[in-house]
């Protein structure tokens, strides 16, 4: 079997394959790096008795405006204290508080509900302990910055990938079930808190492979992420509006009020949208995010990783206003995966950011990622494993056959660094948290523009390879929001500001 992506999915999904069963883990830089690693909130689950996973899920469909499926969001609430139980018996260490554990609450979460460690530094310590789980297991390898090109089909089923590394060059993996656990997409924008991991590899090879992919235009920009000059975007997490943190505009103004009655606790969509006007009506390129009211103890201890950050650029949380700014940040939109995982493509599963599983619907709700990656990883590993137990071990390599055409360029003289800077501006000014029509055509001509020569080139390695990717979903991204007139969630039209509800329907584009 092969595993693409080792972050929460990829890893929860490598932990239940049966040891009668070799599974390759492909991951494009050390296991240890990637979004889930970098995740701060937590994980949302109804551990509280006072809670119930009914309010879960109501909260999850409330922010998914219209285009959750109702079903998967019961499935993935319900399961959300088993899969935490289970972190913990593994090794995790969530924070507590008198011996119980801790929970804080997060925009668009009606009770506290989600579950931390090392203060703000959750994904960190989530992934210490999966990553200890996954190097015990007997039965894997784990293939570390090495790249995956594209899927391998034949007759319109996967059978493995064609990956590449530094000491080995170009090489085949046949498995008899692939589970793509790649990951999100942030670095197709300028603004964004991802790492430089999420260049939408994953959502790139699985449309190239015949994969169902939709909602692309629904593109999560988080509220708050720090804006210093020089400091890359660190996101200040939505738990700091969780322990009681007051936006303010640069006259001091606390404007939330004025966008939602329920001021900084509004779900993300609203609190973007309202900065991002702000910002407009104020003339300055940032808001504040205001601790000075919330007792300073608490503040240290519960955010002790974005005081740090925030300490080497000389600011005090406790009493300094944090500027802070929008940014890419949850890519809604990928590939179709049914209950269990399987994308449309046969032999091929997929689990995390790069699927749209139906839980998120139109704005994904805070610590529910986690969660769902948790979830589809266990049952794609599961899926994916049974039914590679059943098939023949003399699986047999296939003659190769590509379209890609003979004597295509090699990359010479591309500024492959001065094309990635420019879409990402271009995704950010026309495609960001505020689009209309003009926008969108003059992003597409743009990026068909440089599509024309970048995709017809041939790359020696993943710099060339990423950067062909983001101009495919980029291509996408644009495709769905031009054809979703209208307001909804993550995605906001000028020229369309109202949600019209004969078009709360996904939008799904194919490979022709
Ligand atoms: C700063 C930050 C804070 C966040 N905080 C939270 C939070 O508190 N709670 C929450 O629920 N969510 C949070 N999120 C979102 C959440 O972290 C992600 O959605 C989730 O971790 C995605 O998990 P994943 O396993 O799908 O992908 P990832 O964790 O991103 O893993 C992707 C894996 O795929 C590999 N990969 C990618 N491309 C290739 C390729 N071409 N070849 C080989 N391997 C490849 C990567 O190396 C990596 O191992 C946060 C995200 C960020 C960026």
């Given at each position: 079997?092969l595993?693409?992506?080792?972050?929460?999915?990829?890893?929860?999904?490598a932990?239940?394959?049966?040891?009668?069963?070799?599974?390759?883990?492909v991951?494009?830089?050390?296991?240890?790096?990637?979004?889930?690693?970098?995740?701060?909130?937590?994980?949302?689950?109804?551990?509280?008795?006072?809670d119930?996973?009914?309010?879960?899920?109501?909260?999850t469909?409330?922010?998914?405006?219209?285009?959750?499926?109702?079903?998967?969001?019961?499935?993935?609430?319900?399961?959300?204290p088993?899969?935490?139980?289970?972190?913990?018996?593994?090794?995790?260490?969530?924070?507590?508080?008198?011996?119980?554990?801790?929970l804080?609450?997060?925009?668009?979460?009606?009770?506290r509900?989600?579950v931390?460690a090392?203060?703000?530094?959750?994904?960190k310590?989530?992934?210490?302990?999966l990553?200890?789980r996954?190097?015990?297991?007997p039965?894997?390898?784990?293939?570390?910055?090495t790249?995956?090109?594209d899927?391998?089909t034949?007759?319109?089923?996967?059978?493995g990938?064609?990956v590449?590394n530094?000491?080995?060059?170009?090489?085949?993996?046949?498995?008899?079930?692939?589970?793509?656990?790649?990951?999100?997409?942030?670095?197709?924008?300028?603004?964004?808190?991802n790492p430089?991991?999420?260049?939408?590899?994953?959502?790139?090879?699985?449309?190239?492979?015949?994969?169902?992919?939709?909602?692309?235009?629904?593109?999560?920009?988080?509220?708050?992420v720090?804006?210093?000059?020089?400091?890359s975007r660190?996101?200040?997490?939505?738990?700091?509006?969780?322990?009681?943190?007051?936006?303010?505009?640069?006259?001091?103004?606390?404007?939330?009020?004025?966008?939602?009655?329920?001021?900084?606790?509004?779900?993300?969509?609203?609190?973007?949208?309202?900065?991002a006007?702000?910002?407009d009506?104020?003339?300055?390129p940032?808001?504040?995010?205001?601790?000075?009211?919330?007792?300073?103890?608490?503040?240290?201890?519960r955010?002790?990783?974005?005081?740090?950050?925030?300490?080497?650029?000389?600011?005090d949380?406790?009493?300094?206003?944090?500027?802070?700014r929008?940014?890419?940040h949850?890519?809604?939109g990928?590939?179709?995966?049914?209950p269990?995982?399987?994308?449309?493509?046969?032999?091929?599963w997929?689990a995390?950011?790069?699927?749209?599983s139906?839980?998120?619907g139109?704005?994904?709700?805070?610590?529910?990622?986690?969660?769902e990656?948790?979830?589809?990883?266990?049952?794609s590993g599961?899926?994916?494993?049974?039914?590679?137990?059943?098939?023949?071990?003399?699986?047999?390599?296939?003659?190769?056959?590509?379209?890609?055409?003979?004597?295509a360029?090699d990359?010479?003289?591309?500024n492959?660094?001065?094309?990635?800077?420019?879409?990402?501006?271009?995704?950010?000014?026309?495609?960001?948290?505020?689009?209309?029509?003009?926008?969108l055509?003059?992003?597409?001509?743009?990026?068909?523009?440089?599509?024309?020569?970048?995709?017809?080139r041939?790359f020696?390695?993943?710099?060339?390879?990423?950067?062909?990717?983001?101009l495919?979903?980029?291509?996408?991204?644009i495709?769905?929001?031009?054809?979703?007139?209208?307001?909804?969630?993550?995605?906001?039209?000028?020229?369309?500001?109202?949600?019209d509800?004969?078009?709360?329907?996904?939008?799904?584009?194919?490979?022709?």
């Open positions: 079997m595993i693409v992506g080792s972050g929460i999915a990829g890893l929860r999904a932990l239940e394959i049966p040891p009668e069963l070799n599974v390759v883990v991951s494009k830089d050390d296991l240890a790096q990637s979004n889930s690693a970098y995740a701060q909130g937590g994980i949302a689950g109804a551990m509280d008795p006072v119930d996973t009914s309010n879960h899920a109501a909260d469909m409330a922010a998914g405006k219209g285009l959750c499926d109702e079903k998967i969001v019961e499935m993935v609430v319900r399961e959300a088993e899969r935490i139980q289970e972190l913990i018996e593994w090794g995790a260490n969530f924070d507590t508080e008198n011996g119980e554990l801790a804080t609450q997060e925009g668009g979460h009606s009770h509900r989600v931390h090392l203060g703000d530094a959750t994904g310590e989530v992934m210490r302990a990553i200890a996954a190097r015990g297991l039965n894997a390898e784990f293939w570390e910055r790249f995956i090109i899927l391998l034949h007759d319109g089923r996967c059978c990938a064609i590449w530094r000491g080995h060059g170009k090489t085949i993996i046949w498995a008899k079930q692939t589970i793509l656990a790649t990951g999100g997409a942030g670095q197709i924008f300028r603004e964004t808190t430089s991991i999420a260049t939408a590899d994953g959502h790139a090879v699985a449309f190239r492979a015949g994969a169902v992919v939709r909602d692309m235009e629904f593109m999560q920009f988080h509220p708050t720090l804006y210093i000059a020089g400091s660190h996101l200040i997490s939505e738990a700091v509006r969780g322990e009681g943190a007051y936006l303010r505009d640069c006259t001091g103004y606390r404007f939330m009020g004025d966008y939602s009655p329920q001021f900084e606790l509004a779900p993300r969509d609203e609190v973007s949208h309202a900065i006007v702000q910002m009506r104020t003339r300055h940032c808001v504040y995010l205001d601790l000075s009211h919330v007792d300073s103890k608490l503040v240290r201890e955010f002790p990783h974005i005081g740090k950050v925030c300490a080497d650029f000389g600011l949380i406790t009493h300094d206003l944090i500027p802070v929008p940014g890419a949850y890519m809604i990928g590939a179709v995966v049914d269990e995982g399987r994308t449309t493509v046969p032999g091929l997929a995390g950011e790069v699927t749209s139906g839980l998120h139109a704005n994904r709700l805070a610590s529910n990622s986690l969660l990656g948790l979830v589809f990883g266990r049952s599961k899926g994916a494993a049974q039914l590679a137990a059943g098939q023949p071990d003399s699986f047999a390599a296939l003659p190769l056959e590509s379209d890609w055409p003979r004597g360029r990359d010479d003289e591309l492959l660094l001065d094309l990635r800077n420019s879409l990402g501006a271009e995704m950010w000014r026309d495609v960001g948290i505020r689009r209309e029509r003009a926008g055509e003059s992003a597409e001509r743009q990026v068909e523009f440089w599509t024309r020569y970048v995709a017809a041939e020696a390695d993943p710099s060339g390879w990423e950067l062909q990717n983001m495919l979903v980029s291509r996408l991204m495709a769905g929001a031009l054809t979703r007139q209208e307001s909804r969630g993550t995605h906001f039209r000028r020229d369309f500001p109202q949600s509800p004969t078009q709360a329907e996904h939008i799904e584009i194919a490979a022709v």
